[in-house]
């Protein structure tokens, strides 16, 4: 079987395939607040694919809060973002999780787009 070769790629910046730890804060159809414990599967400085247990509102606005420990907020350390705002852009139902992917309101950092 032939490796499938990846049409143009769309994206600005590269994905990173990490496993972070994140809430997921929204409001579901019904306009109910809800926070739900999940898993970033990959981030980029524009978005995250995020799995999640719950069905979301297709167009919803949500955001993403990373956990950290109580070192974060210590004088003398760098500033870190820990809360990202985003637009849900695409939702993909996995056996027990829903894949969804999200635009960041604003790009985390831009320098790292990939060369065009």
Same mark, same amino acid.
């Given at each position: 079987?032939?490796a499938?070769?990846p049409q143009h790629?769309?994206?600005?910046w590269?994905?990173?395939?990490l ?8 409001? &579901? &159809?019904?306009?109910k ?7 970033a %599967? ?6 995250? %694919?995020?799995a ?5 509102p297709?167009?919803?606005r949500?955001?993403?809060e ?6 974060? &907020?210590?004088p ?10 985003a637009k849900?852009?695409?939702i ?6 829903n894949?969804?992917? %999200? ?5 985390? %950092? ?7």
């Amino acid at each position: 079987m032939a490796a499938r070769i990846p049409q143009h790629e769309r994206r600005k910046w590269r994905r990173l395939p990490l496993a972070i730890p994140v809430f997921v804060r929204g409001r &579901d &159809d019904n306009g109910k607040e809800f926070l739900e414990f999940a898993t970033a %599967l990959n981030v980029s400085a524009g978005g995250a %694919l995020v799995a999640v247990q719950r069905n979301l509102p297709a167009s919803g606005r949500i955001s993403l809060e990373i956990p950290s420990g109580h070192m974060a &907020d210590l004088p003398g350390m760098p500033k870190a973002t820990r809360r990202l705002p985003a637009k849900l852009v695409h939702i993909q139902p996995a056996s027990q999780y829903n894949l969804i992917g %999200l635009r960041f309101s604003r790009p985390l %950092l831009r320098a790292l787009r990939t060369e065009r």
